[in-house]
């Protein structure tokens, strides 16, 4: 299993942040072929690095990196990459691992 995780930190809008990324963007990851799970966080993030806050988390799991790299390259995929720059003005990060069984 690969897990991707989307840190997203603080937006400059935190009101427009939400309502594209609840109203847009989780449509778009949805539609990812061969995704597996896909959850997020609601609420405060509570972070134990006080100087990095988050303002969201998401979750995206796929079978193999085949899977994920599949994902990613169709049109689906690039669709919802490129909506990330439309509503993550504090910036984002993403972390890729394989989990152990």
Do not use: C
Not at 17 to 43: C, E, T, W
């Amino acid at each position: 299993m690969i897990r991707v995780t989307v840190i997203y930190d603080p937006p400059a809008n935190p009101a427009a942040f939400d309502d594209h990324y609840h109203n847009i963007h989780v449509k778009l990851v949805a539609k990812m072929p061969r995704l597996q799970s896909f959850s997020f966080s609601r609420g405060a993030v509570e972070n134990s690095n006080a100087e990095r806050p988050a303002h969201l988390i998401a979750f995206l799991d796929y079978d193999s990196k085949a899977d994920l790299d599949a994902s990613l390259e169709s049109e689906e995929g690039r669709a919802a990459v490129a909506d990330v720059s439309r509503f993550a003005s504090g910036g984002v990060t993403i972390l890729t691992a394989a989990l152990s069984d």
